[in-house]
């Protein structure tokens, strides 16, 4: 028996989250999708992908919501077409320039109040922590007290678990969990830039290269042919 | 000179957040005004008495939020035209269909991202605990964590402080304060049914009405005349 009958699972359309849907497959009923455009440079494709992945895991349900607000609000070049995207720098200690404020906490928010009103006893989501861009709402602790506020914000007889199946993993780590869980990652998107072919230079990218290439497998993506080759050497 | 430079209220246009206004002008110097529309019965009204707050604050900016998903995720009679609202009942023990599942943590999480984004240095919401409709999202506890969640999921520099200056108050008691602050009452809604004369018989409405009677003031808002017979004898 499922260890959840209903699990929200947050779908980006990124190799995160699809990992993070392969393990949510493992332990629940049904899947409800829930895909969040917040007006990035490449939302058409991430929807594409999420809409692909959905027919691949059958879920049972796909939410999308439109968070232009995110946009609205700015400080960020993923949402900010004014904003150059910086070139990966692997080694910044720096947040990067494509941090949305306290993203995931509205991403969380949103899935619990679904999660809530179709009974789903988890939500599911596919952030890294140390391996991940940096960002202040992808660290362990953050999740461990959203997980207190979900407690403290809904019904008695709610229970809601949240579940962040890659946060201890490196890039690398997600690519050889997906290879073993049968991730379809021809049907993900990571470039910020662009969405025909990846460009191979943004961070996204030479995260996403890097991981496959530390795990000994070829990303099945598109790339241009150079960046791909910088990449791999990295 | 005031604590905080900036501030963000989250104003629905109801005499709670009008009260939060009031307060937060008393600490700040510019003011942000966050108002969502949720798509409940009568957020026009609503929406039309953020905007004349706003100009009565000198409010610096006021950002209107589109959270229509929460309609989509329905199971509450505030934002589904299908399910009727109660009547009063001010005595249930509950938790009332106009429940919205964990709005205020949508709510608040937006308004951080906004003043992470403006270097605002708290967020003033103006809800109720102990004699607030029971929603759990409500409840001294929930804002509690959610400070911690806002220390834990932004950049280390930021400071943002959640206010929530009527939480321990009775409405009467909101009602004596914003005598004291000068609050304009003549400019905010309550009823969840009607936006033209409110209805009088929604919790809301009867909660508003026993305030105004307990401090022994007569509410500026038009009623349907039975209604405030009644309600002002409860």
């Not at 929200?8 to 993070?20: E, I, K, L, R």
């Not at 952030?127 to 979900?150: K, N, T």
């Not at 869980?181 to 961070?203: I, K, R, V």
Request: aromatic residues 8%; hydrophobic residues 40%.
């Amino acid at each position: 028996m499922a260890e959840f009958a209903r699990s929200v699972v947050c779908v980006s359309g990124g190799m995160d989250s699809a990992v993070a849907a392969s393990e949510a497959a493992l332990v629940s009923g049904e899947l409800y999708f829930l895909h969040l455009n917040y007006r990035q440079r490449t939302e058409r494709k991430e929807l594409e992908c999420a809409q692909a992945l959905a027919r691949h895991f059958a879920a049972k349900d796909m939410l999308t919501v439109d968070v232009d607000y995110l946009a609205r609000i700015g400080h960020s070049s993923l949402t900010d077409p004014g904003l150059p995207v910086e070139p990966a720098d692997l080694h910044r200690r720096v947040i990067p320039s494509t941090y949305v404020p306290f993203r995931n906490a509205n991403i969380l928010s949103i899935a619990a109040s679904w999660a809530e009103a179709i009974g789903a006893g988890a939500i599911f989501i596919g952030a890294l922590g140390e391996d991940g861009s940096g960002y202040p709402d992808c660290r362990p602790e953050f999740f461990r007290v959203f997980q207190e506020l979900v407690r403290a914000g809904t019904r008695p007889e709610t229970r809601i678990e949240i579940r962040t199946p890659v946060i201890h993993l490196a890039k690398d780590g997600v690519v050889r969990r997906g290879l073993e869980l049968g991730t379809p990652f021809e049907l993900t998107w990571s470039c910020y830039q662009a969405a025909d072919e990846a460009c191979g230079a943004c961070d996204s990218c030479a995260l996403r290269l890097r991981g496959f290439a530390r795990a000994g497998r070829r990303d099945p993506l598109p790339y241009k042919n150079i960046a791909r080759k910088r990449a791999e050497t990295v």
